[in-house]
C-alpha cells in the first residue's frame, strides 16, 4: 500500500485522469486521419475519372473523324467512278440519272465535311478542357501529396504525445493505492465518459451538476475518507 496521504492520492487520480482523457483524444485523433487521406484520395479520384472520361471523349471523336475521312474518300471514289461513265452513255435519261447520283453524293459528302468540322470543333474544346483538367491533376496531387507529408508528420508527433503520456500514467499509477485505483477504474468504466473524479463545488457535483447533501459536503471538506456523488457515483474532491 503506498504511503501517500488521501489528498495526495486524489491529486495522483486527477493527475492520472488528465493524462488518460488527453490520451484518448489523441487517439481519437489518430483514428480520424486515414478517414481524412482517404477522403483526399477520393476528390484526386474524381478528377483522375473526369480525365478518363475526357480522353475516352477525344478518343471517340477522333474515330468518329476517322470514319468520316473514309467515308468522304469512298465517295470521292464512287464520283469519280460515275464521271468517268458519265463518257460512255448512250442516253440523256442515263446521263442525267449519273449526275443527280454525282449530285447526292456531293451533297453526302457536305454533310460529312460539316460533322467532321463539328468534330473538330468538340475535339478543341475537349483538347482545352482536358489541358486544364491535366493542370488540375497536378496541382492536386502536388497538394495531396504535401498533406499526406504533413497528416503524417502530424501523426509522428501525435503517437510520441500518445507514448509520453502513456508512460507518464505508468509512472503515476505506480504510486497509486491499488484499492483506490481499482475504485477509480470501476467507476470510469461504469460511467459515459471518461471523467471518474470531479470536483465538487458549492455542495454541486461539476460532473452530473446535481445537489449532493451538506453533510456529504462537509465529509467532502475533512478529506478523511473517499466519497462518491449519490446520483452519479464518480469520486469527488473539493475545490
Known amino acids: 500500500m503506498d504511503s501517500h496521504t488521501l489528498k495526495e492520492q486524489i491529486e495522483l487520480l ?18 480520424r486521419i486515414p478517414a481524412r487521406l482517404e477522403e483526399m484520395q477520393a476528390g484526386f479520384a474524381q478528377i483522375q475519372n473526369r480525365l478518363e472520361e475526357k480522353k475516352a471523349l477525344i478518343e471517340a471523336w477522333k474515330k468518329t473523324y476517322r470514319a468520316h475521312e473514309a467515308d468522304i474518300q469512298t465517295n470521292q471514289s464512287r464520283i469519280q467512278k460515275r ?11 442515263e446521263y442525267r440519272a449519273i449526275l443527280k447520283e454525282i449530285g447526292d453524293i456531293k451533297t ?3 454533310g460529312i465535311e460539316d460533322s467532321m ?7 478543341e474544346a475537349a483538347e482545352k478542357d482536358m489541358a486544364e483538367l491535366n493542370s488540375e491533376h497536378q496541382q492536386a496531387q502536388a497538394e495531396i501529396s504535401e ?26 499509477v505506480k504510486h497509486i493505492n491499488s484499492d483506490m485505483l481499482k475504485k477509480y477504474n470501476f467507476v470510469k468504466n461504469q460511467i459515459a465518459g471518461m471523467k471518474a473524479i470531479v470536483a465538487a ?4 457535483c461539476m460532473g452530473c451538476h446535481m ?22 457515483h464518480r469520486i469527488l474532491y473539493v475545490l
Do not use: W
Open 14 to 31: 486527477i493527475d492520472l485522469q488528465a493524462k488518460e482523457i488527453e490520451a484518448n483524444q489523441i487517439k481519437a485523433e489518430l483514428e
Open 83 to 93: 464521271e468517268s461513265q458519265l463518257r460512255s452513255v448512250k442516253t440523256n435519261q
Open 108 to 110: 453526302a459528302s457536305s
Open 117 to 123: 468540322l463539328q468534330c473538330l470543333d468538340d475535339m
Open 147 to 172: 498533406k499526406q507529408k504533413e497528416l503524417e508528420d502530424y501523426a509522428d508527433d501525435r503517437r510520441k504525445a500518445y507514448d509520453r503520456l502513456m508512460a507518464e500514467r505508468e509512472e503515476i
Open 201 to 204: 463545488k458549492d455542495a454541486i
Open 211 to 232: 445537489n449532493i447533501p451538506p453533510q456529504l459536503y462537509n465529509e467532502l471538506h475533512r478529506g478523511d475518507e473517499l466519497k462518491f456523488c449519490p446520483h452519479c
